[in-house]
């Protein structure tokens, strides 16, 4: 990160050299990034073990009320009460906690042992109900709702088109590619070899694809936030609170429904997580790079990248404390477990 905020910051032709690398709305480098990031993790998803998570009716609808209830409207409340006096941060604010999270959130969970299978349906139901609810929230959080209680009014103009293509790149392209690479690698050299020696060579390129992205991400927009730095500070107090909030929220739901460490984990990160991919592209698209709607996208990985990395950690103890397990117990192959029954 802060390799990133130099560059971007004594180097300003990269930022513009990357930033006409785009298209479609999309930067090729990040969106590179991205599937190297993602397409490890979804690489070890046992395919075969998701329909057992869709039919935890409980993981489910605690995901789907968190996400899409509980996220947006947290978000609102703590924008209008930080920013009440700064429109545009306040309404880039609201747009980052309406776009759920699909991408970084299945590294975050990974580190902290969550339950990948359950990672990698959450993420695809939290991506059909982008495509779907996106707009129609905005219209009600940036329009409807400040109207109803007397506060100033923002449009929102984004089209489905721009949404389903964003969940496209940054999911549809490595979850394919990850189940293929199962499907094929399995049938041909079978489980024990994909699981013992194809997982273990592409593993390490999800945190070289994190550390990538990161570094382009505030190169980017280096400039833009050391010229602001109180106004960045302004920015990061509500989506501190937010990160914080809404990862308790589903750890504690997740205790509470019995849902074990794993899964748990899984419901408090995908609540936690936003997609400020999407976030940044539509500030930009609407309001412009230059912005404050836009700057308040870009804040938003600037906080969210330290702080679930922080809150990894805390899962990682919460497991210990809490669950009473622990989270790097390695789980011993059905084979082993026939040769000690014989």
Do not use: H
């Not at 990160?1 to 006409?20: I, N, Q």
């Not at 968190?66 to 209008?80: D, E, K, S, T, Y």
């Not at 590294?107 to 129609?136: H, K, M, T, Y």
């Amino acid at each position: 990160m802060v390799g990133g905020l130099l560059v971007g910051r004594f180097v300003p032709a990269l930022s513009d050299v990357l930033a006409s690398m785009e298209v479609g709305g999309i930067s090729v480098p990040i969106a590179l990034g991205l599937l190297v990031m993602m397409y490890p993790v979804l690489a070890k998803v046992r395919y075969d073990k998701v329909a057992a998570v869709t039919g935890d009716k409980k993981l489910l609808v605690s995901s789907l009320l968190l996400n899409w209830i509980v996220g947006p409207a947290l978000m609102f409340a703590l924008a209008w009460t930080f920013l009440p006096d700064l429109p545009e941060y306040r309404t880039g604010l609201i747009i980052v906690g309406l776009a759920r999270c699909i991408a970084m959130v299945v590294i975050w969970n990974d580190l902290a042992c969550g339950d990948r299978e359950a990672a990698a349906v959450l993420v695809a139901i939290n991506s059909v109900f982008q495509v779907l609810a996106f707009s129609l929230l905005g219209y009600v959080y940036l329009t409807v709702l400040p109207g109803w209680l007397g506060l100033d009014t923002q449009g929102l103009d984004v089209s489905v088109g721009e949404i389903a293509l964003n969940v496209l790149v940054f999911l549809g392209i490595p979850l394919v590619a990850g189940f293929a690479s199962r499907w094929i690698g399995e049938r041909t050299k079978g489980r024990d070899w994909y699981e013992e020696r194809f997982v273990p060579k592409v593993g390490p390129w999800a945190l070289y694809g994190l550390l990538f992205t990161i570094v382009l991400l505030f190169a980017l927009q280096g400039d833009a936030v050391t010229s602001n730095p109180l106004d960045v500070v302004r920015i990061a107090l509500p989506l501190l609170v937010y990160f914080a909030v809404m990862w308790g929220l589903g750890m504690i739901l997740g205790k509470a429904l019995s849902l074990g460490y794993a899964r748990s984990t899984t419901l408090a990160f995908t609540a936690a997580g936003n997609n400020f991919e999407l976030a940044i592209a539509v500030a930009i698209g609407t309001f412009g790079a230059t912005s404050g709607e836009a700057l308040a996208g870009v804040v938003g990985p600037l906080i969210e990248v330290p702080v679930l990395v922080g809150l990894v950690y805390v899962s990682l103890w919460v497991a210990r404390r809490w669950f009473a397990v622990d989270p790097y117990a390695v789980e011993v192959p059905a084979r082993e477990l026939d040769e000690v029954r014989s």
